[in-house]
């Protein structure tokens, strides 16, 4: 028998019963589990604590006792649960163990065992609930959820069975992880799955390529823990279908790098690559070029005919490049139409030339552009290193100084740079700058130069000069910022301006009672391209209600012959609206006198340049002569500009042109001081009639 103190010290409730039930024995651990002291219960039939409950629905209720089943012989041996009452008729769940006490073959009684199970009922019940609450929250879920238990998904929810397009029973029982990503993935997620299941890790978190049933390949990210799933050790986690998310990703991340028009590198790519090669050539002491290249009058392409036509012909002009340049050389996009060329191991200033000069040709030649056959030119600024500049940012200051220093010469050509050009590219910029404000700050003037009757000196027009009155650098004068208003498109914006000023000008005479003839406003050959300077011209008129034939609009010889197509229908236009036309700085350019015919031009204007070498020069003289002749045959009125003496004034008079204008008549004045020189003109006129 078992020494009587084991029994005594047992956790366990041990008690024995007689044949017919009652108790024998009852160590302490069942006393206290019923509730009462061991004396108490001695006697008692085991069946006033054995009960019928509805208290613990998760024990058994047994129809007939286990041990009356073994005293009636019925088993040898019970176990399972059962409810138990306390001496204050409390329950609570035990699980126990039921056996026979024989003496000599014959039935003394029965030795029966229990210990209280509360806790671990309670402990099942919150696992069931918990596991109630995950599967109603996964099934409903947005993301994937799993349970994974010896290498096998023993739970997804719709949404995971949805993201690799199976239906759940194809999964659940018959597939694991590695079934469900691809082969470049599974070395990887194996080494997971066997950190997790051996308890090395326990939880994780990564990213993998999955394999659909279809064959396509997804990005997914993986959650997982070690957990308890129905009492088992498992793996339970969630899964996301990050596909889109990584090609947004992509996408940014090319964006961050790329231009999205061209495809070239951007800026900040550009400034990378140009750093690597300045250290490779630093290495290896090599020498490097950097181009930079500006398309020239690429804005009036995006004003004529839009921008998604600049957009394409950008493009093509990139691609005609690229397909140039050598493998190891960048190209790149900088903003607007400004590119950079990085060329690496130039052997000197030679090969950077003949780079240049190579690229510079693949402008010669149309660029097909939708219906558009387009020819546009290219200025080009070459900084070497290193005797240019040691960092990337001098090189791009420089070759930038260059680009400026080309566009200002005409374009369509290249320059290296040379110490001198810094201080005249920032000239440039900072000029640039602050004309974008010049307008809205009202800083700019009209100044009138009068048109004077040589025959009779009677003032009969003038011409509307814009000036610039700069808050601190005072008079700039056109000579500065003309080009630059040209070259950067600004100068359609002062243009307009031009016009609704001298209209109101000439609004405010006739209101005073000055009457002036004509007044001749000039046109860049920017705005006409433009196309909206007849709109602009018709607007001013209506709002002023002058009379259009007070105006002469001019145009130089120059613009005519480099916009030809262009001009023609825009010219049509204007003079349709009842104003003349002029063409300025005739015989400076090459025109083509079938174009002259076509054009419906009301005027000629000799440039300056011709008249201010006669009398001395006799060719100037010849050439004026040439000029006053071929206007009077296509019967076209003459004016000859930059009069400046009586000689100049009596040659011109002599061969036939009646109007100038120059310094020995009156320099351009601002509109009081015209004002007053007119009625003083007109005064005298009319002192020396009476």
Known sequence: MLDRSILETAGEGIVSLDARGSLTYVNPAAAELLGA????????????FWVQSNCYP???NWSKLPIQQIMDGDIQLSSGTAAFKRSDDTQFPVEFLARPLIVSSSLKGIVLTFHDITEKL????ALEESESQFRELSE???????????????????????IFGYKREEIIGKMGPLDLSSPESRTGVKTNVEKRISGEVESIHYMIRGLRKDGTKIDVELFGNRSLYHGTPGVIGTLLDITSRIDAEGQIQYQAYYDTLTGLPNRRLFNDRLDHALKTADRQDQKLAL????????????????HETGDALLRSVCARIQNTIHDNDTLARLGGDELAIVLERIEGVEMAAAISAQVLALFEKPFDVGPHKLFIAASMGISIYPEDGETGANLVKHADAAMYTAK????????????????????WLELETALRRAVEQKQLRLYFQPQVDLRSGKIIGAEALVRWLHPDKGLISPIKFIPIAEATGQIVEVGDWVIKEACRHLRNWQADGLTIEQLAINLSGVQVVRGDVVDSLRQAIEETGIDPSMLELEITENSIMEYTEDVQGVLLSLRNLGVSLAIDDFGTGYSSLSYLKQLPIDKLKIDRSFVMGIPEDTSDIA?????????????????????????????????????????????PLPA???TDFVRKNRLTDDTSGH
């Not at 879920?141 to 290498?151: A, K, N, P, R």
């Not at 181009?291 to 839009?306: A, I, P, T, W």
């Not at 009069?643 to 008549?665: A, D, M, T, W």
């Open 37 to 48: 002291l061991p004396k108490d219960l001695l006697g008692r039939d085991a069946r006033d």
């Open 58 to 60: 998760q024990v058994d």
């Open 122 to 125: 309670e402990g099942r019940r």
């Open 140 to 162: 409903n879920s947005l993301v994937g959820v799993y349970v994974i238990q010896e290498d096998i998904f023993t739970y997804v929810n719709p949404r995971l069975a949805e």
């Open 291 to 306: 181009l930079c290249l500006d398309l020239d009058r690429f804005k009036q392409v995006n004003d004529s005919l839009g």
């Open 408 to 427: 200002k010469q005409g374009g369509a050509a290249y320059e290296f740079y040379r110490p001198a050009m810094t201080a005249s590219s920032a000239e």
């Open 623 to 667: 050439i004026i002569k040439a000029v006053i002749s071929l206007g009077n045959v296509l019967g076209l009125e003459i004016v000859a500009e930059g009069v400046e003496k009586p000689s100049q004034r009596n040659i011109i008079l002599e061969n036939g042109c009646h109007i100038g204008q120059g310094y020995l008549f009156s320099p």
């Open 672 to 674: 009081e001081e015209f």
